[in-house]
């Protein structure tokens, strides 16, 4: 295997993407890119298999390499691409992409109307990411984020009902799905983000997260939470050390 190590600006680019496999470009952190690391390792994509692989080439985000911005102009990870040159961002669409190229395992429903469900689901929380940020942000700085934090407890408490109503382990039924894994990353650095205690309300979501825990791919694809401490003292120092841990 590669060195994990990110690569910054002035480094060279790596070497051309292998026959017949993807390159993910990512950030060993973020949790956008814990999506995709999460479908990767789950459709058994992995360093390990003879015919399905991928490669990880990590980027310095603050200092990103020049021949990055080339291949995606947002700068952004994940990212992906194949050995054709085909480049693929933004993470719900580098999922559904793997889920749809490689069709073993698949995560996504084949009926329309429950994949629409999964989109939906979706959208909705993309609207309650900005939480686990601005939160976290406002008591560095010394605010008072009771507000916010009573809005995203809401937030739970509707994710919950959920689950209540469909009588289900998971948001796509009683095997883990696409959705499952789009909403996992934000719930795994919740410790970190000081924010566990917004459960204690909902019960089903709890429980969920236990069930999450203990999947095979989840663990494979963890950081420990000292680990993601450290990093993010780093982080909200404004020098991260992306590399934190190698
Ligand atoms: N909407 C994007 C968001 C990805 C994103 O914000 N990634 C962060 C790292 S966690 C990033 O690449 N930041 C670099 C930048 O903003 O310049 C997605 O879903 O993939």
Request: charged share 25%.
């Amino acid at each position: 295997m590669a060195s994990e190590k990110c690569f910054a600006k002035g480094s060279s680019a790596p070497g051309l993407v292998a026959k017949g496999q993807i390159r993910l470009y990512s950030m060993r952190f973020c949790p956008f890119a814990h999506r995709t690391r999460l479908v990767l390792h789950a459709k058994g994509i992995n360093y390990f298999s003879f015919c399905l692989r991928h490669d990880t080439v990590n980027i310095n985000l603050k200092d990103k390499p020049e021949w990055f911005l080339k291949k995606n102009p947002l700068g952004l990870v994940p990212t992906l691409e194949t050995s054709s040159g085909q480049v693929i961002y933004e993470s719900p669409i580098t999922c559904d992409y793997l889920d749809e190229v490689y069709t073993d395992k698949k995560l996504l429903p084949a009926d329309p109307f429950q994949k629409a469900q999964q989109k939906m689901m979706l959208e909705n929380f993309s609207k309650i990411t900005p939480y686990f940020y601005k939160i976290p942000l406002g008591k560095n700085n010394g605010e008072d984020m009771s507000v916010l934090e009573g809005e995203l407890k809401e937030k739970f408490v509707k994710l919950n009902e959920d689950l209540v109503n469909k009588k289900s382990k998971f948001f796509g039924g009683n095997a883990i799905t696409m959705i499952d894994y789009m909403m996992w990353p934000w719930f795994e650095r919740l410790e970190i983000f000081e924010l566990k205690h917004c459960l204690d309300g909902t019960p089903e979501l709890k429980k969920w997260t236990e069930h999450m825990s203990v999947d095979q791919t989840v663990k494979a694809t963890m950081f420990p939470t000292e680990t993601y401490k450290a990093f993010y003292k780093t982080y909200t120092d404004g020098k991260p050390n992306y590399d934190y841990g190698l």
